[in-house]
Every structure is written in C-alpha cells, then in structure tokens.
C-alpha cells in the first residue's frame, strides 16, 4: 500500500494527531482507520472515522473495537459518538411520545449536537 493512500481526510489527520502525538501510534492508528471506507457499502467515510477516533479516547485497542463494529454497521459507531445521551434513552423510541417527552428529546438531541461539536473543535483552538 503505497504512502499516499494512507493519507486521510484532512479533519481526520487533525484529529489522528491530536489523539496519537507519536508518529508510530498515528501511523498505527491511521492504518487501522484506513480499514474502513473500503467496501462499498461503507458510507460516510469522514464522518465515521471521526466517530471512531472519538470513541477510541486516543487508545489503539479501542480504535480496533470501532472501526470493527463501523465495519459491521456504521450506524451504530455515529449513534455512540454523536448522540450519546439519545442512544440511552430508550424511552425515545417510543411513537406516542408526550409533548413533554418530545421536549426532552428535542434537548437531548441539542446537548448531543453541542458535545459533539464541542469535540470537533477541540483541537481547532
């Protein structure tokens, strides 16, 4: 595999390097991240390897556990990542919410959006 198919996104090689200083650990890291985005049925590239570098806290071994659960369903990787308060809330899902409920889901789902966007600015400043 040649060098330049190992460069990623330029957000991604933000945030890659802002989570693994080393060189060795980012080269790593970056391999493991190339895993995804290669079948054709994996979407949304970007944005899921961004989901997974979050998740992973900067650990190698959790990086591994997310690409392979994107791998499986990519979906799940962006719920954890983006909408995690959402994600615990099960009562959610329920199609006859009360407008109290439909409230508090519409304030999960802004706390949900700031945290990430929180995240993807972190390292900008």
């Known amino acids: 595999m040649s060098g330049e198919r190992k460069v990623l996104e330029p957000e991604v090689e933000h945030k890659l390097a802002a989570a693994w200083p ?60 983006e909408s995690p308060e959402e994600a615990k809330a099960l009562w959610a899902m329920n199609p006859n919410l009360t407008d109290e ?12 959006r700031a945290q990430m966007d929180a995240w993807l600015r972190k390292s900008q400043e």
């Open 22 to 81: 080393s060189e060795e650990d980012r080269a790593a890291a970056r391999a493991e991240l190339s895993r995804y985005g290669v079948e054709s049925y994996e979407r949304e590239t970007e944005r899921v390897r961004l989901a997974i570098i979050k998740l992973s806290g900067g650990a190698l071994g959790e990086l591994r556990r997310m690409t392979d659960a994107a791998k499986g369903d990519y979906r799940d990787v962006l719920m954890w990542a």
């Open 101 to 112: 409920q439909r409230l508090e889901l519409k304030a999960i789902r802004r706390r949900d």
